[in-house]
């Protein structure tokens, strides 16, 4: 195992290159079963959770060529339509095959993912939407049976959750509808930005979508789909990283980009009211910081507020930011296993419920700390930045899931940050 470590205190200067969206290319992956042929996807982001969708998709029978930044996946009609534990324990995002199998081959069985360190995270959203469409579904020793002896027929679907729309949800109901007899329309779907490039892929390969991006979507099933070349869009989470890491340490001066600023509005609007000075272009953000630091509360709610996977992020600045400022999540109450490792570091955070009062200190000091969740461990990373003396973040095999070469990227940008082997 490897393990990171900081030494805190250095500005960063320089500008970062965005890399492919995470929380675009795994669901885009699983699309691309759909397609009688193959599908070439661009900007493939160098991460673990791919690595892991890329021997999903091999063990269902797709061929998969991962060269770098490209992947190529030639679908059939000859798919396995068991997922197994082994491979969807590991990932999440592994549920986003559950809507092309069932679309394309009628019947899927999916291991029940289950729930991870920021909260039980259910699918009872997705097999409401996938029964509405026809699908007979029972749960016997772990696993989803999902049945369409008589294939998907289109229908209304409310997606609406406890918070707000589920990103996956819209995801597996989009890409079992594409392929259902007649009109669907899913009522309350999500519209992050990576919901946009998934259905802009499958109407690429001659899906007929309409209103993604929008809480209404509106999908006539065809017969058949075909493979396409398709290019990823930037990472909003990676970007929004970078910018609150120009954010931590006065003097600091970093051009994000290959971005698209009008995803990240709501951190930028945050990012403000702290006293960042920001500058935009159509693809990069500037992001300096000279003065002191406001205090700023911050709620995370579904896309386009403020997003939950910068929520820990967020804290880390707020943490060495005079004042108090409140952070609650609204998506995955228990998201905040970073709050004890920040509080090791000399933070005053105390958690109330789902929010967590930071009271600002003038300096984290440096210490070993244990990366947990995927954004957890950014959030140590960027509190390492600032924090006196040497920093070590062990585990970093969490933020390789979800970061391209995160040491290397703000090592260029001046950090005082290598990554070394855990002595065992
Ligand atoms: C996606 O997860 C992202 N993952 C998550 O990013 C992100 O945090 C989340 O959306 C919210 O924005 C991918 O896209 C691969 P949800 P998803 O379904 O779709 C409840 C990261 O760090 N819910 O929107 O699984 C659920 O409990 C990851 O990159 C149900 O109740 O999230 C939670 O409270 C972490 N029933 C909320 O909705 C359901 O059937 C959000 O879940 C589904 C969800």
Known sequence: MDKIVIKGGKKLKGEVLISGAKNAVLPIMAAALLADGTSEIQNIPSLRDVVTMVRLLRFLGARVNHAGPTIEIQSNNHLKSI??????????????????????????????????????RPIDLHLKG???????????????KA??????RGADVYLGGSYGSSVLATANVMMAAVLARGTTR???????????????????????????????IEIQGVDR???????????????????????????????????????????????????????????????RRNGLLRPTDVTTLPYPSFPTDL???????????????????????????HVSELNRMGSKIFL??????????????????MASDLRASAAL????????????????????????????????????????????
């Open 130 to 144: 996938l029964e509405t469409l026809g699908a007979e579904i029972t749960i016997e020793h772990g696993y989803v």
């Open 352 to 369: 109330e419920g789902s929010s967590a009062i930071v009271h600002g200190v003038k300096h984290l000091s440096g210490a070993p700390v």
């Open 311 to 337: 929520q820990a992020q967020m804290m880390a600045l707020m943490a060495v930011t005079p004042g108090i400022s409140v952070i609650t999540e609204k998506i995955y109450p228990d998201r905040f296993i």
């Open 147 to 152: 049945r369409a002896k008589r294939g998907l």
């Open 225 to 287: 789909l075909h493979g396409i070349s398709h290019s990823i869009i930037p990472d909003r989470i990676e970007a929004g990283t970078f910018m609150v890491a120009g954010a931590m340490n006065r003097g600091s001066d970093v051009l994000v980009r290959n971005c698209v600023p009008e995803h990240s509005h709501a951190l930028l609007d945050k990012l403000r009211q702290a006293g960042i000075i920001i500058n935009k272009t159509k693809d990069s953000i500037r992001i």
């Open 186 to 216: 899913i009522e309350s779907a999500a519209c992050e930005p990576e919901l946009v490039d998934l259905a802009e892929f499958l109407i690429k390969m001659g899906a007929k979508i309409s209103g993604h991006g929008s809480h209404l």
């Open 381 to 424: 990373v960027l509190a390492g930045l600032v924090a006196e003396g040497v920093t070590e973040v062990h585990r970093v095999y969490h933020l390789d899931r979800g970061y391209e070469r995160i040491e290397e990227k703000l090592s260029a940008l001046g950090a005082s940050i290598k990554r070394e082997k855990e002595k065992n």
């Open 83 to 120: 997922a197994p534990y082994n491979l969807v324990s590991t990932m999440r995002a592994s549920v986003c095959v559950l809507g092309p199998l069932l679309g394309r081959l009628g019947y899927v069985e999916l291991s029940l993912p289950g729930g991870c360190i920021i909260g039980s």
